[in-house]
């Protein structure tokens, strides 16, 4: 009877848990589209950021971090995490993304941390240094930048880039990347970092999103540049270049239809796209003096398999 009880009991009941990388979101997803800017609260499956498998060390404790398109996403991630870690935080967002960004202040704020809300357009050089003036202001120093939001919207062909929508894809992305450098760095000390979000497409580059992938190849080199310069002041500069991840970007840009959404992430080598959780790691550890002190002007590749890279 003992022998027969044993043979019918369920095999996984003793099977140990899922590694993450096997247990997140899968596709296809839930056909869907948003007009830009996009929300994550809208976003189904909802990208995971809460990294409950990360175990802290006060990493960055009674650090400041200033992290712009923090409302969602990767920055989001990021906040949280750096929260978690010891650290107090400013997010960059548009006022059109205000909800996203009050959960992410919940979830700093929960962590036990401060929080700060800057709302505006960083296609513009004078908000950007007024977010970093904020910044100082509300909590006091400046000690991570991490210049992470960005803005995409895939093209058929390089006729149909406007002039107005290169602009727009370069003040964001890179444009605003100088800025906020230039202001950062007038306050920041030894012992500081810099990180910002590059992606595959700025090393293999993308056939449709032609401006996108430009500039971040221009942060890539950016990146490097400043590392050398500011190696003398003991400031690390660095940049994560993710793969696709499941964030508002692709799901609000306006070359993407549903169908092409609920299959996003499917041409990775995992199948999927990135969570949001799956980065911020990388930023944790590229923000750490203790993790990091001897990386500097490096671009860190997180592309769930890719293997090829500069």
């Keep these: 009877m003992v022998q027969q009880s044993q043979r019918s009991e369920p095999a996984a009941r ?26 994550e609260s809208k ?25 712009t ?5 990767i920055g989001r991630a990021v906040a949280v995490l750096y929260a ?9 967002y548009l006022p059109e993304e205000q909800s996203d960004a009050e959960e992410t202040r919940q979830a700093v704020i929960a962590a036990g941390r401060r929080c700060v809300l800057i709302p505006g357009d960083i296609t513009g050089r004078q908000f ?16 991570i930048l991490v210049n992470n939001a960005a803005h995409q919207n895939r093209k058929k062909n390089l006729d149909e ?5 290169f602009d727009r894809t370069f ?20 012992g500081s970092a810099i990180i910002a979000t590059s992606s595959e497409t700025g090393i293999f580059g993308s056939k449709e999103l032609p401006d996108y992938s430009a500039t971040k190849g221009a942060i890539n080199a950016f990146t490097k ?41 499917t041409q990775s080598p995992m199948g999927r796209p990135a969570q949001p959780e799956e980065l911020a790691p990388s930023y944790v550890f590229l923000a750490s003096d203790a993790d990091s002190s001897y990386i500097t002007g490096i671009v860190l590749n997180v592309m769930g398999g890719e293997t090829t890279g500069g």
């Excluded at 099977?15 to 800017?37: I, L, N, T, V």
């Excluded at 964001?172 to 920041?188: E, K, S, V």
């Excluded at 793969?243 to 996003?264: I, R, Y």
């Design 43 to 67: 976003l189904e499956p909802r990208p995971r950021y809460q990294a409950r498998h990360y175990k802290t060390a006060n990493k960055l404790l009674d650090k400041v971090a200033l992290i």
């Design 225 to 265: 540049t400043l590392a050398m310069e500011l190696l003398e002041r003991g400031i690390r500069v660095n940049a994560v270049a993710p793969g696709p991840v499941w964030t508002p970007l692709n799901p609000s840009d306006a070359g993407m239809t549903p169908d092409k959404v609920s299959e996003f992430g």
């Design 128 to 143: 950007c240094e007024d977010a970093v003036d904020r910044t100082l202001r509300e909590l006091g120093k400046l000690d």
């Design 14 to 39: 003793n099977d140990p848990p899922q590694p993450q990388m096997k247990a997140e979101p899968k596709p296809p997803f839930q056909e869907q589209h948003q007009s830009g800017p996009g929300l």
């Design 69 to 73: 398109g923090g409302d969602s996403g």
């Design 171 to 190: 003040k964001t992305n890179i444009y605003a990347y100088f800025w906020f450098a230039r202001a950062a760095l007038r306050h920041m000390k030894p």
């Design 161 to 165: 880039v406007t002039d107005d929508e």
């Design 84 to 92: 978690r870690e010891g650290a107090d935080v400013a997010i960059v």
